[in-house]
Every structure is written in C-alpha cells, then in structure tokens.
C-alpha cells in the first residue's frame, strides 16, 4: 500500500495505491486525522490504483468522512473500480461519500 | 451537502440469524482446515481457501476478502487472537461458495443489538437521514476497537445471499453465495 498526498488548491488529492487491508488501515487511518487536523477541510481520495479493500479500509475513509464531516468539511471518492467499488456498495458506503468518475478529482468545485 | 440521492431498488432491512439446526450447518462433502489464531496470518488462510474456489467465484478478489472477513471475526473477537485457540473452517464451492467457521469463544452474544443497530442504520439510509446514517455509518460495540472497521458484517449481509446463519452458541457461522447473475454453476 502506498499514500501520497499532493496539494491541489483548497483541495489534498490523496492516492491510495495497492492493498488497503486489516494490516495497514490503521496507518491511513491515522494519516487522514493528521491532514485534517492540520486543518485541510477538502479531501479527494484518487483510489484508482486501489486494488484490494476490506472493512478496515473502509471503516478508515469513514472515520476521516465523520472527522472532517464534523468540521464543515468534505471528502470525495475518485476512481473507485473493480472489488474495493463493489466492497463500497455492499455497504451502502457509494451512498456516504461524494464519489466522481475520473481520476481528476481535485477538480471539486 | 447531501450524498444520499438515490433510492435503493429495495427496501429490505436484513438480520442476522441464530438457527441452530439450519441446513447450512450441514458439512457433509466439506473440506476441513484448522488454523490457530494468528491476525497476522488471517489473509494467508483466506487466500489458501480460495486457491480451491473456480475463477469465476473469486470476483477479482472479493470472496478472498469476504472470507477473510468472518475468518478474523472469529480469529479476533472469538479467540481474541490466543495462538492456542483455533479457528475451525469448512469451505466447499460445488455450485456456490458455502463456509462455515467455528471459533472456541464465548460466541456473538451481542447479535440482538447488532440487528437493532442495522436496523437504525438502515432506516435512516431510506428515509435520507444523511446525518443520522452517516453517524451509524459503522458498528461500534463494547468490544469494538479503533481497527475494526465497524462495516463487515454490513457488507456480508449483501454479499452471503444464500444465508448468513448463526449456531445457537452463536460461536459458529454458515454462509453461502450463490453465482446465478451470469449463470455461473460449476
């Protein structure tokens, strides 16, 4: 699993790249706290590279979405594909984030 | 902003169920593996079961993951990761995937309050409470820690939709997926 955060105007675009697992969620998990707390209230995760999600990942995104959430912020979701798009719907998760088609997601008016 | 949009196709709040004597209990013609409670190993065992399962089953990795679910469920919250304590497992994928895993805990007793909780959970995603569903997004139980995800027994309900059945115990879980959107028997 890699994480590379780049700033993109207002916005932090963060890729997740390779398997995001019950090994490594609590590292994004603490990764995504630390950019709020510094004070980003934009995130556009690019998961277009993601290619194995499981609970622990995805309870991960949903921490930071209820984090920024409570600070007026928001997170979107781009380039979700293959299993970790089909582990987002069996849990209602498309209906939770903002998800965008693309890779380009820092372009969130 | 509001990310709830779209109405779901159907309205229908699933739970989980304890029936001691369901047929999915049944493990005749099963495969039987045991492996002790190691978190660090639970893919490793996931990954094992599913090199028998034909490709069209493995959906790009999602059954690996979905049974590596119920494998650390049992692994962690039944055994509480005790090396000395071993999960049990019966797999078969004649047809569909079926798998039963027994751990040596003291059982889900709090399954009552995990259906009550979904049910919440549920109703606020159909009513488009998006504040309300976005606060139950993910389970938090008194034994829930910051690493569960709080969302696999969630997906599990959609995903095992041959049944997902409890032992009275409530230590031991049968669960089948059917392959029919493509005709896939095998």
Sequence with gaps: ?109 | MNAVTAEPSVKVIKRLVVDEHNDIFDAADMTYVSYPSLLSDVRAYAYEIVRHAPEAFREEGLLEQQISEIIKNGVKHGNHCDPAKNVHIWYSFHKRAKIIVEDEGEGFTAIEEWNDYFRKRQEALFSEDFDTFLALAAYRGAKSDANDGGNSLIAALEYWNGGIIYSARKNKVGVVRWYTNGSVYV
């Design chain 1, 1 to 109: 699993m890699t994480f590379t955060q780049r700033p993109d105007g207002a916005a932090v675009t963060i890729a997740i790249t390779g398997e995001l697992d019950l090994y490594c969620a609590e590292e994004v998990r603490e990764k995504l706290k630390a950019i709020i707390e510094e004070g980003t209230r934009r995130i556009v995760l690019d998961l277009s590279q993601l290619t194995y999600l499981d609970s622990s990942g995805l309870g991960a995104f949903i921490v930071a979405l209820q984090r920024i959430r409570a600070v007026g912020g928001a997170m979107e979701i781009s380039g979700l594909c293959n299993a970790p798009k089909k582990v987002f719907e069996l849990s209602n998760a498309t209906r939770l984030f903002v998800i965008r088609s693309g890779t380009n997601g820092a372009q969130v008016s």
